[in-house]
């Protein structure tokens, strides 16, 4: 079950678009899904966003090499939630998480997601998936990923990770 809003009202994101393109209009689309008839993955994006759109927009960090927007929710030494926001065309690279397990869950749209492995120094792609709301992403301790969005829309999902990373920059970035 779908819980977009009308193509009239949900705007799509320019595949060329900046972050002061993007930014409005995310904030736009999470305003139309507020509208939107209840459904338990818009129920748990409610609860997890601030209701104030100010705080929201003020919240919202950008990553402008993936073209994806995240928020950070919770965070401490054994476990650290956030969501992110995908553009069209967004792409988080190629990454691991250090030793944290991290699951993925996606609320809005749908993402796909590569789960990678390094050898002789080059990544491989051991498996491909698509993952569409309230379908859940594992990614194992040590595990490299990728995630994007080819999708028409935006798309969010939640990020949990056991315990905290140990830094939140990229630890791999092929070209
Ligand atoms: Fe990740």
Redesign the pocket.
């Known amino acids: 079950m779908t819980i977009l809003p009308s193509k009239a009202s949900f705007p799509k994101s320019n595949s060329l678009a900046t972050e002061e393109v993007l930014k409005p209009d995310l904030c736009q689309v999470i305003q139309g899904l507020r509208s939107q008839p209840l459904t338990w993955p818009l129920i748990i994006l409610l609860s997890l966003l601030p209701k104030n759109p100010t705080q929201l927009e003020k919240q919202l960090q950008y990553s402008e090499k993936g073209r994806y927007f995240w928020m950070p929710l919770f965070s401490n030494p054994f476990g650290e939630v956030l969501l992110c926001f995908w553009s069209v065309n967004s792409d988080?690279r190629s990454?691991?998480?250090f030793q944290s397990l991290?699951f993925?869950i996606v609320l809005i749209g749908k993402i796909s997601q590569k789960l990678l492995h390094v050898s002789a120094n080059k990544l491989f792609i051991f498996e491909q998936q698509e993952l569409k709301e309230l379908s859940v992403g594992v990614?194992p301790a040590y595990q490299a990923?990728r995630?994007q969005n080819f999708s028409q829309d935006w798309a969010i999902s939640v990020?949990l990770y056991f315990p905290r990373r140990k830094s939140i920059e990229l630890a791999i970035d092929e070209d």
């Open positions: 988080s990454h691991d998480h991290a993925v990614i990923h995630i990020h």
